[in-house]
């Protein structure tokens, strides 16, 4: 069996070339898949850069992580993947969701499921080539032949993993716990098989942060402390994204409340401290709303350590039938981080037998 896949995502920070050096570097070190934020008042517009992206790689698939049904045309959506494909080769993916910055930066708001469900339909049947109805009308580009795009979904309450289950080419949940990953994977699978789908079908993408330290040649007290500063600098470089996760969570504990067996308390209890969000610091390591994120909460969501723990949690990972594992290099140590995946812990994965879930 394959080892797990490994991603990377990536924001759109200016200078784009700067991305574009990245995705190359990931795919040098064995990433199959290069993601990035879709949010076009906070960040570049990712489908231009993603053509360069595709033009200067070899292998690699590209796609944002996630992209909404609100702030683009559905139709203009399904063109850019098909335009990709005939000109790259089928090498993309559409990760969505209902929106989170790329609409609440306009006063906006995420889409409901229903609309979800039916954008998911009408991105994927124009990208494969197929026809489909919009506004009563079938459409069909007439110039895409063979194109080829699957659709991921991005979901954390149980509306939306039923969804995932009974819609999603793949499921993408953006948090590395193992206790919320199992439950989560579980509630798609079920979803699936009750829509009569083989829910091994539905390809299992975790996305988190990843910060690698080095605490291998390390010995005695003064060694000993000098681990303790590093373990704290990265747990503070992955500390915005509990902040983000927090996010959407508190979403699901209005609806659902926290602790009330709908939801596991792995997934909510960690928001009861929270106090707002300021989306100006969406996804960035300086956020200042992260004070109700511990070191505890950053080690069970993200991956920090050295290589061979982060061997042991995709370990795990897999075992919990996750097909991927997709970086979040949100913080200061991009290029160590990707190095580090490449020389130790890719060939640590590819030398272990996969098991399956």
């Known amino acids: 069996m394959t080892p797990v896949d490994l991603g990377v995502v990536l924001q759109t920070d200016p200078p784009a070339w700067r991305v574009v050096d990245l995705a190359r570097q990931a795919e040098s070190y064995g990433f199959s898949h290069v993601w990035t934020f879709d949010s076009h008042l906070l960040w570049q517009e990712p489908f231009v850069i993603y053509s360069q992206i595709l033009a200067q790689t070899h292998r690699v698939t590209v796609g944002p992580m996630v992209t909404n049904p609100a702030t683009r045309d559905w139709t203009v959506t399904a063109s850019l993947f098909a335009t990709l494909n005939e000109m790259f080769g089928n090498r993309t ?18 889409s409901n499921l229903a609309t979800l469900r039916d954008a998911v339909h009408v991105i994927r049947e124009l990208a494969n080539s197929r026809s489909v109805e919009v506004n009563d009308r079938t459409v069909q580009f007439p110039w895409s032949v063979g194109s080829a795009l699957e659709v991921w979904v991005a979901a954390y309450g149980p509306r939306a993993l039923a969804l995932t289950g009974e819609v999603g080419d793949g499921f993408i949940l953006q948090l590395a716990d193992p206790d919320v990953v199992e439950w989560s994977v579980a509630a798609v699978r079920a979803a699936a098989e009750a829509a009569g789908r083989d829910p091994h079908d539905v390809t299992i993408c975790v996305a988190a942060p990843a910060y690698v330290t080095d605490e291998s040649s390390e010995s005695g007290r003064p060694a000993a402390e000098a681990t303790r500063r590093t373990l704290e600098h990265a747990y503070d470089q992955c500390r915005w994204f509990g902040g983000m996760v927090g996010n959407h969570v508190a979403e699901i504990v209005a609806r659902y409340g926290a602790g009330g067996g709908v939801v596991p308390p792995a997934l909510t209890d960690f928001v009861a401290g929270r106090e707002g969000y300021d989306y100006a610091e969406h996804g960035r390591a300086a956020n200042t709303h992260t004070a109700f994120v511990t070191d505890e909460i ?60």
């Open 93 to 110: 993916v559409c990760g969505i969701g209902r929106g989170d910055s790329a609409v609440r930066t306009l006063n906006g708001r995420p």
């Open 298 to 357: 950053v080690d069970r969501f993200c991956l920090v350590g050295p290589p061979e723990h982060h061997v042991e949690r995709l370990r795990e990972l897999e075992a919990l039938g996750v097909d991927q594992f997709a970086v979040y290099l949100q913080h200061d140590a991009q290029e160590e981080t990707l190095r580090a995946y490449g020389q130790v812990v890719v060939p640590a994965l590819r030398a272990a037998p996969r098991t399956t879930a």
